[in-house]
C-alpha cells in the first residue's frame, strides 16, 4: 500500500480536524501485521501553538460553568463512547493488535465507568470548612481548575490512558491539549470526533507527533499543567522541562511490580492469577505481575505450575478468540524484550518461551525465568513484555527486601493465608498498591500511582480529581 493510499489521521484542534501546518507525516503500522495503515501527522511548534490557544481561549467559559453544568457534558461523552464502542474497539485493535474480545469486555466497560465517575466527582469537591481561625475574619477554601492541562498518552492503553487523562482534566474546569503516542494515535483521533461533538469547540484539542511534539507541548508558556503516562526516562525529561517555569507536573511511570508468594498460598490459584496478570496485553502494562518471589519450600511447585501455564498461553491475531494478548507494540519494543532474554547470566534458566512467535507482527511468547539474583539487570529494570522472573526467599525479612530493592515503586501483591502477615507486608511494602491474594483490579474510586521512579500524582478517585484543581485562600472581614 502506498502513502497516498494510507488512511489519513489529522489532528483535532479548536473544534477542527486540521493536517500539521507544515504538511509533515508519519506512518503508523499495525503490530499485529507489521504493515503501515495509516499517516498521522508530525506535528512541530505551530501545531502546538494553535492548539494552546485554542486551549486557553476556550478555558474561562469552560472555568465558569458550574459543576452539574461540566457532569452532564461528561455523561454524554460517556454515552456516546458507549454508543460507538465498536468503533473504538477497531481503532485500538487496529493501534496495538489487541485481541477483539477482550477490548471489548476488559476496556471499553471500566473507560465509560471511569468518565461517569468523574463527572460525579465534578460535583463532590470537599474543603475545610469555612470559619473564623481569627477574630473578626471569616476564612474559605475555593478549589479552582488549574488551566490548559497538556497531557500525553502512552501506547499500552491508548484509550484508556487517554480517558484517565481527560476526564478529572474536564471535570475540574480545566482544559486539554493530549498527544497520544507516535505509534497509536487512531482511537485517540476518534475520541477527539466523539468529544469534540458534545463540549465547546477549543475545550479538549488533540495533537498528534513524536517525542519533539511532546517537549514542544510541556515547554510551551500556556499550560499549568503537564501530565504524562510514560517511561522513567521521559518522566524525567517532562519534570525537568516543566521545571522551568514552575508547571504542575503529574506523572505515572514505570514498574516492576514484586508478587510475593508464601508457602501457605493456594500454589495453582496464585500461578492461575499471576499468569493472567503478567502476561495480559503482553505484559505491556506498569502495574503487570512481572516479578515473582516465592519462598524457598514451594518455589520448585509454584515455577512447574506458572511454566506450564505460560506453555498453554496463547498469543495471536485480534480475532483468535483463543489468545490471552496480542504483539508487543513495536519492532524496538520486539527488541527490547528479545534484548532480556538474550543477554540473561548463566544462572538463569528459561522455563518456558523465550522467544518470538511468528515473522509476521511482533508476537512473543509467554515466558517464565527462574534462578535469577537480585542484581541481575531483568530484576532492576523493567521489561515490558509477557515475561515473568522468579526468584525464592527464605523468610518475611527477605522478601521484604527484595520486594523494595529495585527503583520502582507503583504496585505490588501479597498471597498467603495469613491476615496478619497480608497486614504487615502491605505496611512495609513500598508501593503505591498492594494487592492480597489478588493483582491488577482496578476500580474508579480507588487511587493508582506510584511513589520514587514510578512518579508522582495519582490517577483515577477523588485523590486524581483534586490533582487538577488548586486551593486558594480567602479571607474577609466581618466589619464589613
Known amino acids: 500500500m502506498t502513502t497516498s493510499e494510507l488512511r489519513r489521521l489529522r489532528n483535532y484542534i479548536?473544534?477542527?480536524?486540521?493536517?500539521?501546518?507544515?504538511?509533515?507525516?508519519?506512518?503508523?503500522?499495525?503490530?499485529?501485521?507489521?504493515?503501515?495503515?495509516?499517516?498521522?501527522?508530525?506535528?512541530?511548534?505551530?501545531?502546538?501553538?494553535?492548539?494552546?490557544?485554542?486551549?486557553?481561549?476556550?478555558?474561562?467559559?469552560?472555568?465558569?460553568?458550574?459543576?452539574?453544568?461540566?457532569?452532564?457534558?461528561?455523561?454524554?461523552?460517556?454515552?456516546?463512547?458507549?454508543?460507538?464502542?465498536?468503533?473504538?474497539?477497531?481503532?485500538?485493535?487496529?493501534?496495538?493488535?489487541?485481541?477483539?474480545?477482550?477490548?471489548?469486555?476488559?476496556?471499553?466497560?471500566?473507560?465509560?465507568?471511569?468518565i461517569r465517575f468523574f463527572a460525579g466527582a465534578a460535583r463532590m469537591l470537599e474543603g475545610r470548612s469555612a470559619g473564623e481561625y481569627m477574630d473578626g475574619l471569616t476564612s474559605i477554601i475555593r478549589r479552582e481548575p488549574i488551566g490548559v492541562c497538556a497531557q500525553v498518552a502512552p501506547w499500552n492503553y491508548p484509550m484508556m490512558m487517554g480517558v484517565w487523562k481527560f476526564a478529572p482534566a474536564l471535570a475540574a474546569g480545566n482544559t486539554v491539549v493530549l498527544k497520544p503516542s507516535d505509534t497509536t494515535p487512531a482511537s485517540t483521533v476518534l475520541m477527539a470526533e466523539i468529544i469534540g461533538s458534545v463540549v465547546p469547540k477549543g475545550v479538549f484539542n488533540v495533537v498528534c507527533g513524536d517525542r519533539d511534539t511532546g517537549r514542544a507541548m510541556v515547554e510551551h508558556k500556556t499550560p499549568a499543567m503537564a501530565s504524562i503516562t510514560g517511561s522513567v526516562r521521559a518522566g524525567m525529561q517532562v519534570a525537568e522541562s516543566a521545571s522551568k517555569d514552575l508547571k504542575r507536573v503529574h506523572l505515572e511511570l514505570g514498574g516492576k511490580a514484586p508478587v510475593v508468594v508464601?508457602?501457605?498460598?493456594?500454589?495453582?490459584?496464585?500461578?492461575?492469577?499471576?499468569?493472567?496478570?503478567?502476561?495480559?496485553?503482553?505484559?505491556?502494562?506498569?502495574?503487570?505481575?512481572?516479578?515473582?518471589?516465592?519462598?524457598?519450600?514451594?518455589?520448585?511447585?509454584?515455577?512447574?505450575?506458572?511454566?506450564?501455564?505460560?506453555?498453554?498461553?496463547?498469543?495471536?491475531?485480534p480475532d483468535d478468540e483463543d489468545v490471552l494478548y496480542g504483539p508487543l507494540n513495536n519492532p524496538n519494543q520486539l527488541r527490547q524484550v528479545s534484548g532480556f532474554i538474550e543477554r540473561l547470566p548463566a544462572h538463569a534458566k528459561v522455563e518456558a518461551g523465550g522467544h518470538r512467535v511468528g515473522d509476521k507482527g511482533y508476537f512473543y511468547a509467554a515466558t517464565v525465568v527462574s534462578g535469577l539474583k537480585q542484581d541481575d539487570e531483568i530484576i532492576q529494570n523493567e521489561v515490558f513484555g509477557p515475561v515473568i522472573t522468579v526468584q525464592?526467599?527464605?523468610?518475611?525479612?527477605?522478601?521484604?527486601?527484595?520486594?523494595?530493592?529495585?527503583?520502582?515503586?507503583?504496585?505490588?501483591?501479597?498471597?498467603?493465608?495469613?491476615?496478619?502477615?497480608?497486614?504487615?507486608?502491605?505496611?512495609?511494602?513500598?508501593?503505591?498498591?498492594?494487592w492480597i491474594n489478588t493483582h491488577i483490579p482496578l476500580v474508579a474510586e480507588m487511587p493508582h500511582g506510584g511513589f520514587k521512579k514510578s512518579g508522582y500524582g495519582k490517577d483515577l478517585s477523588g485523590y486524581g480529581f483534586e490533582d487538577y484543581t488548586r486551593i486558594k485562600h480567602v479571607m474577609t472581614s466581618l466589619d464589613g
Open 392 to 434: 525464592s526467599f527464605e523468610d518475611e525479612e527477605q522478601a521484604v527486601a527484595y520486594a523494595n530493592g529495585v527503583d520502582y515503586a507503583l504496585a505490588s501483591s501479597v498471597w498467603t493465608k495469613d491476615h496478619g502477615r497480608a497486614m504487615r507486608m502491605s505496611k512495609v511494602l513500598d508501593f503505591g498498591c498492594v
Open 262 to 317: 508464601f508457602e501457605d498460598a493456594d500454589i495453582a490459584k496464585a500461578a492461575e492469577g499471576i499468569a493472567e496478570a503478567g502476561y495480559f496485553n503482553a505484559g505491556q502494562d506498569c502495574t503487570a505481575a512481572t516479578r515473582v518471589l516465592v519462598h524457598a519450600s514451594v518455589h520448585d511447585e509454584f515455577v512447574s505450575a506458572l511454566a506450564k501455564i505460560a506453555a498453554e498461553t496463547k498469543t495471536g491475531q
Open 14 to 114: 479548536d473544534g477542527e480536524f486540521r493536517d500539521a501546518a507544515d504538511g509533515r507525516t508519519t506512518e503508523v503500522v499495525n503490530p499485529a501485521t507489521g504493515e503501515a495503515y495509516a499517516t498521522a501527522p508530525l506535528s512541530g511548534q505551530a501545531d502546538v501553538d494553535a492548539a494552546m490557544a485554542a486551549a486557553e481561549a476556550a478555558f474561562p467559559a469552560w472555568r465558569d460553568l458550574v459543576p452539574g453544568e461540566r457532569q452532564k457534558y461528561l455523561l454524554k461523552i460517556a454515552d456516546a463512547f458507549e454508543e460507538r464502542a465498536e468503533e473504538l474497539i477497531a481503532a485500538e485493535v487496529e493501534n496495538t493488535g489487541k485481541p477483539i474480545g477482550l477490548t471489548r469486555s476488559e476496556e471499553i466497560p471500566p473507560m465509560v465507568d471511569q
